[in-house]
């Protein structure tokens, strides 16, 4: 056993196709105006048909290695949190070992949504402190472009496709949780994709639910890291609506952190919105070596998960 884990590095993809809001088919019957005010996007990036979740995640993966310095025949294990291939079966974190040359790698999918990098994060800093692995990639990937149904106003102006990757090692201090992580599967209708169907989302359900449970979840992830709201440095929610994520942060009191703001040209990337966004950060300068990161998933199931990282 290790005593810790650490984040060592970000990567990310970004579609290279930008569609603002002007640009969404106009059966839609929305506008710019609306689409901002209600959800603060300008723009999204949708995936072109040489764009999987799997080739998306191997690049963002690849990204975070090469910026660690570390031999991708040196991963131990792949976890790759994404609710979008377009395969049942298999999944795609197999796949994204093979790509990235991890020969030896474990690899298995996790779908908990729009939460599924937070969980990835939390079961990769478990696997290296228990010594089962000791580097770990996870990948929160999706393509959600491919599960919309284009003539519904009420979801598909939120979605957005892309992938953000961390690699995680093992380290003397603990810098990744403890998780707080839980879920309600009597709410699992608000969010879902039937099979055969389309994306179908209650959008006031799931708004009231998170403007009202999310605040508890992140200070319990506080608490349970050590530290109050106004310890924080940066905090990165799922980027749902930059209206939920703002009633969050005045909620938490988090007076001295900067609020991912990632949703405004990237749009709901589901499991993909918190390492795109941290990935940004950190490029940007916004994320500083030894911040301290809120970072708070939420999603189809209903599924959440909250722990606070350092940022390397
Ligand atoms: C989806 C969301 C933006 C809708 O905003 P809202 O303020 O709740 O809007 P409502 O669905 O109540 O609709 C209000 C009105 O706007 C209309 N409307 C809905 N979408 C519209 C759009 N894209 N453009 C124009 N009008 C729209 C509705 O038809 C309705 O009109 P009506 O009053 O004449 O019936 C918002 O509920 C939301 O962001 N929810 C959270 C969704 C989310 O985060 N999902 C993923 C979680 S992982």
């Known amino acids: 056993?290790?005593?810790?884990?650490?984040?060592?590095?970000?990567?990310?993809?970004?579609?290279?196709?930008?569609?603002?809001?002007?640009?969404?088919?106009?059966?839609?019957?929305?506008?710019?105006?609306?689409?901002?005010?209600?959800?603060?996007?300008?723009?999204?990036?949708?995936?072109?048909?040489?764009?999987?979740?799997?080739?998306?995640?191997?690049?963002?993966?690849?990204?975070?290695?090469?910026?660690?310095g570390i031999d991708p025949a040196d991963v131990d294990l792949v976890l790759l949190a994404t609710?979008?291939?377009?395969?049942?079966?298999?999944?795609?974190?197999?796949?994204?070992?093979?790509?990235?040359?991890?020969?030896?790698?474990?690899?298995?999918?996790?779908?908990?949504?729009?939460?599924?990098?937070?969980?990835?994060?939390?079961?990769?800093?478990?696997?290296?402190?228990?010594?089962?692995?000791?580097?770990?990639?996870?990948?929160?990937?999706?393509?959600?472009?491919d599960w919309m149904d284009w003539t519904d106003r009420r979801s598909a102006i939120l979605f957005g496709d892309g992938a953000g990757a961390a690699v995680v090692q093992a380290a003397s201090k603990p810098s990744i949780g403890p998780v707080v992580w839980g879920s309600d599967g009597t709410l699992s209708s608000l969010i879902d994709i039937p099979a055969g169907g389309k994306l179908n989302l209650d959008g006031p359900a799931v708004f009231r639910w998170a403007t009202t449970s999310l605040g508890d979840i992140a200070?319990?992830?506080?608490?349970?890291?050590?530290?109050?709201?106004?310890?924080?440095?940066?905090?990165?929610?799922?980027?749902?609506?930059?209206?939920?994520?703002?009633a969050l942060a005045r909620s938490l009191g988090a007076t001295n952190a900067v609020v991912a703001d990632d949703i405004v040209d990237t749009g709901n990337t589901s499991a993909a919105s918190i390492p795109l966004a941290l990935a940004r950060m950190t490029a940007d300068g916004r994320a500083r070596p030894g911040?301290?990161?809120?970072?708070?998933?939420?999603?189809?199931?209903?599924?959440?998960?909250?722990?606070?990282?350092?940022?390397?």
């Open 219 to 246: 200070r319990r992830a506080c608490t349970a890291a050590g530290i109050t709201p106004a310890d924080l440095d940066l905090v990165v929610p799922h980027q749902a609506n930059l209206r939920i994520i703002t």
């Open 1 to 68: 056993m290790t005593s810790g884990a650490r984040i060592v590095a970000f990567g990310e993809h970004r579609p290279p196709r930008v569609v603002g809001n002007d640009d969404l088919p106009a059966a839609l019957g929305t506008d710019d105006a609306w689409i901002q005010s209600r959800t603060g996007i300008r723009s999204r990036r949708i995936a072109g048909p040489d764009e999987s979740v799997v080739s998306m995640s191997a690049d963002a993966a690849g990204k975070a290695l090469a910026g660690a």
């Open 83 to 145: 609710c979008s291939m377009p395969t049942q079966v298999p999944g795609g974190a197999a796949q994204v070992a093979s790509a990235l040359g991890a020969r030896s790698a474990g690899a298995f999918d996790i779908n908990a949504a729009c939460a599924g990098f937070c969980y990835g994060l939390s079961a990769a800093a478990d696997a290296v402190r228990a010594g089962t692995a000791r580097t770990v990639v996870v990948v929160g990937s999706e393509k959600l472009s």
């Open 291 to 312: 911040d301290r990161a809120l970072l708070l998933g939420f999603g189809a199931g209903m599924t959440w998960a909250g722990l606070v990282i350092e940022v390397p």
